[in-house]
C-alpha cells in the first residue's frame, strides 16, 4: 500500500446560505448545556487558536484584546482561549498562567470578551503542558557541544574504520571523527536519538524515563492544572479546556508510544490515568462554577499511534469521570514532523498528521471538507450507547453552515468548531444567524495562518489583507498584513 496516496486540489464549493427563519430553526443555533453550570447559547464554536501576541513574558497585550474582542464581535457560542502555559517557564509571545501576576491581564481579556460579545459568548481557555523542544543544531554545534562522546560511538567507529584504537581515543579525536563522517555513516555510529537531535533538535518525550523532572510528571502535572484552572476561575473564565490533543505532555501520556513503565503508561487503562488524576484536580478545585473539559485526538495519524478505538475508550472514562465536554482534533504530531531548517523547530503541524490536524485543499481524493467528523460520529456514538451524554464538539475542515447543520443531524457531534473559517470572517457566524450567508468571507483552506503560526510570526489570515477598509489602523511589523480581521456591521 502507498504511503503517499495522490493529492489534488479541490475547491471549496458553493454554499447554500439559510434565510434568517432557516437559520433560527437550526440545530447549530440551538443551545446546549456545557456541565450543569454552562449554557451556552447556541452550538457554534471557535477553537483554540494561538496568534502569537503575547508579550514575551506570557501577558495580555492590546493586540490579544483585539485578537479575542474581534472573535467576540462575531458573538460564537463559545470561544477558545489559545493554548496557554500553565508553568511559570518562558515559551515565547504565548499566554500564561502559572503564576498569580498573569490573572489581571487575563481578567481584562474576559472583559473584553464579555463586552464585545455583549455578553452573548462564552469564554473557555485552554490548559496547556509541554515539553522541551531544541531547534535543529548546526551540526559543528551539535558535536562540540551537546553530544557526549561514550562507549557506544567508539565501539561503532572502531567497526566502521576496522581500526581497535578508537576504543581508547579521547572524546576530542572521537568527535573531529564523527564530523567527517557521511549520512550513512553517521546513521552507523551515532544511537536512533542522537541522529534524530541533530537531524531535527533534540526533543523530551514522556518516556524518557531516566530524567527526573520526566520521571515526575505525575507527581507535579494535577497541581499545576489545577493552580492554572484557579487563576482561569478568578479572572472570570466559563470554562477550561485541558489539553490533552496535539503534540504535547497530556497526548503523550495518552498515546499507544507511551510505554512508561511507572502505571502511567502501556495498557489504556494506564494511558488514561494521569489526563483522569489532572481532571479530577481540576473538577475538585473549580468544577461546581466553570465547564471542565479536555481537547483531546480521535485519532494520531502516526504509525502505531491511537486511533479511534483508543479515543472511544478514553472518551467513556472522561464522561464518567464527570467531565463536561470533549472537543476532538486529529494528529498534529511531532513523530513525522518535516525536518525543520537549521537554527528553527520542528512544528508539528508539517507532516501526514499535521495535514490531518488542519487539511488543505491540497488533499488526497477524500478533501480537506469536514475530513474528520466521521471519526467524531465513532466518539459520540459510543457515549451515547453508553447512556452518557457528554456533548462532544467536532472540527475540521468545517467553511459552510450545511456542513456544520448536516453533521449535527446526522449525530457525528453536538457541536461544530470552525477554527480557520472564523480567523477568516470572525463574524460569520453572525451572518448566517441573520440570513446573510452570502456575505461570509470564506476560508480558502490553503493555510497562509498556519505558516505564519509555523514561523511564531503574528497569525493574520490572507483575505483580510485584500479587503480594503478606512479603519485599518493595525499592521504587522513586516508593514503587509493587518492585525484585526475588517468590520462588518450586523
Ligand atoms: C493559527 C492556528 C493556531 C492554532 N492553535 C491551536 C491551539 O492553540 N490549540 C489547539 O488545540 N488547536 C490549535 N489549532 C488547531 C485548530 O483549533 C483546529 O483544530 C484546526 O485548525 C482544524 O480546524 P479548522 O479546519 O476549522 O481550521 C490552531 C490552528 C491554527 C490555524
Ligand atoms: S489564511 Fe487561508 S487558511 Fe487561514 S483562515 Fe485565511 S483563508 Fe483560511
Known amino acids: 500500500m502507498s504511503t503517499h496516496p495522490r493529492l489534488v486540489v479541490h475547491t471549496i464549493p ?37 496568534p502569537w501576541r503575547a508579550t514575551d513574558e506570557g501577558e495580555v497585550t492590546q493586540d490579544n484584546l483585539q485578537w479575542y474582542g474581534r472573535f467576540a464581535q462575531g458573538k460564537p457560542g463559545v ?11 518562558p515559551s515565547g509571545p504565548l499566554l500564561r498562567i502559572g503564576h498569580d501576576r498573569f490573572v489581571p491581564g487575563l481578567r481584562r481579556l474576559v472583559e473584553e470578551v464579555r463586552s464585545r460579545s455583549e455578553g452573548k459568548t462564552r469564554l473557555f481557555i485552554q490548559l496547556i503542558d509541554f515539553l522541551s523542544i531544541r531547534r535543529r543544531p548546526d551540526a559543528e554545534k551539535f558535536f562540540d ?20 584504537a578508537w576504543l581508547e581515543r579521547p572524546d576530542d579525536d572521537v568527535r573531529v571523527r564523527l564530523k567527517q563522517l557521511d549520512d550513512a555513516g553517521l546513521e552507523r555510529v551515532l544511537t536512533p536519538r542522537e541522529l534524530e537531535s541533530l537531524r531535527f533538535g533534540a526533543r523530551e518525550r514522556v518516556t524518557d524515563m531516566e530524567l527526573p523532572h520526566i520521571r515526575a510528571l505525575p507527581a507535579v502535572l494535577p497541581q499545576l492544572f489545577e493552580d492554572a484552572a484557579r487563576r482561569a476561575r478568578a479572572a472570570g473564565f466559563d470554562g477550561v479546556e485541558l489539553h490533552f490533543a496535539h503534540a504535547y505532555t497530556m497526548a503523550s501520556f495518552l498515546s499507544r508510544l507511551n510505554t512508561r513503565d511507572d502505571g502511567y503508561g502501556g495498557s489504556l487503562e ?31 495519524a502516526i504509525e502505531g499511534g491511537s486511533t479511534e478505538e483508543d479515543a472511544r475508550f478514553f472518551a467513556l472514562h472522561f464522561a464518567r469521570a464527570g467531565m463536561d465536554f470533549i472537543s476532538l482534533s486529529k494528529g ?44 467524531a460520529h465513532e466518539v459520540r456514538a459510543a457515549l451515547r450507547g453508553a447512556g452518557l451524554q457528554m456533548p462532544v464538539v467536532g472540527a475540521g475542515g468545517v467553511v459552510g453552515f450545511q456542513m456544520a447543520e448536516e453533521a449535527l443531524q446526522r449525530g457525528d457531534c453536538d457541536v461544530v468548531a470552525a477554527a480557520r473559517q472564523s480567523l477568516a470572517d ?44 478606512p479603519d485599518e489602523g493595525e499592521v504587522a511589523r513586516d508593514g503587509r498584513r493587518r492585525l484585526v480581521a475588517p468590520q462588518w456591521k450586523a
Not at 434568517?20 to 471557535?46: C, K, M
Not at 488524576?277 to 475538585?284: I, P, R
Open 332 to 375: 498534529g504530531k511531532f513523530e513525522d514532523a518535516r525536518q525543520p531548517k537549521v537554527g528553527e523547530s520542528a512544528y508539528p503541524y508539517t507532516g501526514r498528521s499535521g495535514h490531518e490536524c488542519m487539511p488543505t485543499v491540497r488533499s488526497d481524493e477524500r478533501g480537506p471538507l469536514g475530513r474528520n467528523l466521521h471519526l
Open 14 to 50: 458553493q454554499e447554500r446560505w439559510p434565510t434568517r427563519d432557516e437559520a433560527a430553526r437550526a440545530l447549530w443555533f440551538q443551545p446546549i448545556a456545557l456541565g450543569p453550570r454552562v449554557h451556552a447559547r447556541n452550538r457554534t464554536w471557535v477553537p483554540a487558536m494561538v
Open 79 to 89: 470561544l477558545v482561549v489559545e493554548a496557554t502555559g500553565i508553568r511559570d517557564v
Open 145 to 164: 557541544r551537546f553530544l557526549a562522546p561514550s562507549g557506544h560511538h567508539r565501539e561503532h567507529l572502531s567497526l566502521l574504520d576496522g581500526d581497535a
Open 270 to 300: 494506564e494511558r488514561a490515568r494521569l489526563p483522569l488524576e489532572v481532571f479530577h484536580a481540576v473538577h475538585a478545585a473549580v468544577g461546581d462554577q466553570m465547564a471542565v473539559g479536555c481537547r483531546m485526538l480521535s485519532h494520531e
Open 426 to 469: 470572525p463574524d460569520w457566524f453572525l451572518k448566517v444567524e441573520h440570513g446573510r450567508g452570502a456575505e461570509v468571507r470564506r476560508c480558502k483552506l490553503t493555510n497562509y495562518c498556519e505558516a505564519l503560526d509555523q514561523k511564531h510570526k503574528k497569525v493574520t489570515c490572507q483575505l483580510w489583507d485584500h479587503v480594503a477598509v
